[in-house]
């Protein structure tokens, strides 16, 4: 049962312009979300998070977006730039301070286009 | 360099085998979790521990076990080893409640 999705396996942006990845969840229990990015042969690195008692976070050229009549979210990256080709998780997880158990989708294959 | 150190980076075991992966945190790190990520999904959590103790576990039968210890090390045994455990396992740890910081992980093939 995958109770968070990315159903865009790989996406192609132009330099400069704006990534939109997305994301959906089925758990209703989920409260924060976590955005990741992970190189080869590297560890996911924290991008952004977002608590479910907001529907928007901004951080410099990220912004997360939360819809939880829906159950999406978004992750928007502008301008795009060759160094932000990765692999982009998304992840979620359900209250309790100290919990550690993230649920994470399948990645997105960015590439950014000189 | 994330602070967080994972050994070995690669390893090919037999099938039926045991193994054990180690990682090394940043000091105050108390809290350590672990994920397998099979090739092509996102990572799964394996299970966490805090204070030298597992306080949580996911979907991983017992073979899966681990151990924390005092000087902010860790490690992951599987015992019986499936062709299916063959994975990345990436090891996590941060102070409690904190941002997790993850490491580079181990490749793990099962032959």
């Known amino acids: 049962d995958q109770q968070v999705k990315q159903n865009s396996p790989s996406l192609s942006v132009q330099e400069g312009r704006i990534s939109i990845l997305n994301c959906d969840y089925t758990?209703?229990?989920?409260?924060?979300f976590l955005w990741y990015k992970k190189y080869p042969a590297e560890g996911p690195t924290f991008l952004i998070s977002?608590?479910?008692?907001?529907d928007k976070n901004e951080d410099g050229r990220f912004t997360v977006f939360l819809n939880k009549s829906a159950k999406h979210l978004s992750l928007h990256i502008v301008p795009s730039q060759p160094g932000d080709s990765a692999v982009y998780f998304c992840?979620?997880?359900?209250?309790?301070?100290?919990?550690?158990?993230?649920?994470f989708g399948t990645g997105t294959r960015l590439t950014i286009i000189p | 360099e994330t602070g967080v150190t994972q050994s070995p980076t690669h390893l090919i075991k037999t099938r039926g085998q045991q193994v054990t992966l180690r990682c090394s945190s940043q000091s105050g790190h108390n809290t350590v979790s672990w994920y397998q990520q099979a090739l092509g999904q996102g990572p799964q959590f394996i299970f966490q521990?805090?204070?030298?103790?597992?306080?949580g576990r996911g979907n991983f039968p017992p073979r899966f076990s681990g151990l924390q210890f005092p000087n902010y090390s860790s490690e992951l045994n599987v015992n019986a080893l499936e062709l299916d455990d063959s994975a990345l396992y990436l090891c996590a740890s941060n102070p409690y409640g904190e941002d997790r910081v993850f490491g580079s992980g181990t490749r793990l093939t099962v032959v």
């Open positions: 992840a979620a997880r359900r209250g309790a301070f100290g919990n550690e158990k993230l649920t």
């Open positions: 521990y805090y204070r030298e103790e597992e306080n």
């Open positions: 758990n209703s229990m989920f409260d924060y």
């Open positions: 977002i608590s479910s008692i907001k």
